[in-house]
Each structure stands twice: as C-alpha cells, then as structure tokens.
T-cell receptor
C-alpha cells in the first residue's frame, strides 16, 4: 500500500464550480498534514496546513479525518488560476522521520 | 529576502560524468531538504539536514549520490557517475525548523543525463 495516495486526475471542472479531492495516508501516527500547489514546471508551494479541527482560507477548505486516515481539499467558486497540481503532504512516514512525504498529486484543470 | 536559490537551473550531461547541484537556503532556516521529482515516481525526499547535520539519507537511491552541507548557507548534491535514469528535476527546500513547518522550495535543477 502506498504511503500517501491521491487520485491523479485530471479533474476537469467548469469555472465557478466546486471541486473536492481526497488523499489517504497509511501511517496512523502521522502528525502534520499539508496541501501544496505546484504549477506546471514550477516548484511546489504551500497552499495550506491541515488542522485537526479543519480550516478554511478564502475559497479553500481543508479537512482531516484521522479515523479514516484521509485529508480533503475543497475549492469553491473555482477560477481559471486554480488550475494546477495539488500535492497532499504528510509528515514522517519513515518511523519518526521529520521529512515530509508527498503524494503524486491531483491534476486540476478549470475550464472557462 | 531572497528565496531558496538553486544552481544550475538546467544541466545536460553525458552518462558517466559527475554532476554537482547547489543550493542556498533561506537565511535563518535550520533545515534543508533535497528532493527529486519524476513523472513516474513523483516527488521523493532524498536527504535532509538539520543545523547542517544530515539526519536521514535513507532516500538517497544509491552510493552514486552524496550530499553535503558545509555551512548554514550552502549545500550540494553530487551524482558520480551520472546515469540516464538520474534525469529528473531536483528541488532543494528549506524550513525554519525541522518538524511541522512550511518548506520553501527552490526553483529546481532540471537534469538530463544523455
């Protein structure tokens, strides 16, 4: 079983729609969770951290479900500029290592 | 403040040659990470340092890869000898502290080994 698993997509979504995707992780002891965004041929950049209570930043909402070991990202009123790859990131899956483990990403395409 | 700086941005070399990638982390950041990204394998953590000390190099694919951090403002990743399967984008990232903090990525080095 992969450590961090995401649906690679692509998700083709019309502008203005709401889109959500999940990410599952294998290590129940994981403590830190993040969503990063990566534009084509660019470096990953932090989109938002994911807290146990869930958190919202403008049009973006992140949720953590520890019981089922997944995190989710919801984007409301999607815009063309939201087109990117969204990487799910979970902390140290190597027995306590503090490096982050990245999922392979979900490719999102917002269509006009 | 400048972000993470990597050089070169692009490197094309022939199989068997030595390749050295360089990284300057953000000033004041204590942790530095080297990643490799390919279409097939995604983003993989190769090695990371805390206060210039290598903490975990279990992601380094084989002995041909080595990394050093001689001081807080400079790190290198060396591949010797290089092979075509090493072709990838290599990212360096730094963070304020080791655990739970945002990692800031450099622009990456796109390596092609012919």
């Amino acid at each position: 079983r992969k450590e961090v698993e995401q649906d690679p997509g692509p998700f083709n979504v019309p502008e203005g729609a709401t889109v959500a995707f999940n990410c599952t992780y294998s290590n129940s002891a994981s403590q830190s969770f993040f969503w990063y965004r990566q534009d084509c041929r660019k470096e990953p950049k932090l989109l938002m951290s994911v807290y146990s209570s869930g958190n919202e930043d403008g049009r973006f909402t992140a949720q953590l479900n520890r019981a089922s070991q997944y995190i989710s990202l919801l984007i409301r009123d999607s815009k063309l500029s939201d087109s990117a790859t969204y990487l799910c990131v979970v902390n140290g899956l190597g027995g306590g290592a503090d490096g982050l483990t990245f999922g392979k990403g979900t490719h999102l395409i917002i269509q006009p | 403040d400048a972000g993470v700086i990597q050089s070169p941005r692009h490197e094309v070399t022939e199989m068997g040659q030595e390749v050295t990638l360089r990284c300057k982390p953000i000033s004041g950041h204590n942790s530095l990470f080297w990643y490799r990204q390919t279409m097939m394998r995604g983003l993989e953590l190769l090695i990371y340092f805390n206060n210039n000390v290598p903490i975990d190099d279990s992601g380094m694919p084989e002995d041909r890869f080595s990394a050093k951090m001689p001081n807080a403002s400079f790190s290198t990743l060396k591949i010797q000898p290089s092979e075509p399967r090493d072709s990838a984008v290599y990212f360096c990232a730094s963070s304020l502290r080791l655990a739970g903090y945002e990692q800031f990525f450099g622009p990456g080095t796109r390596l092609t080994v012919l």
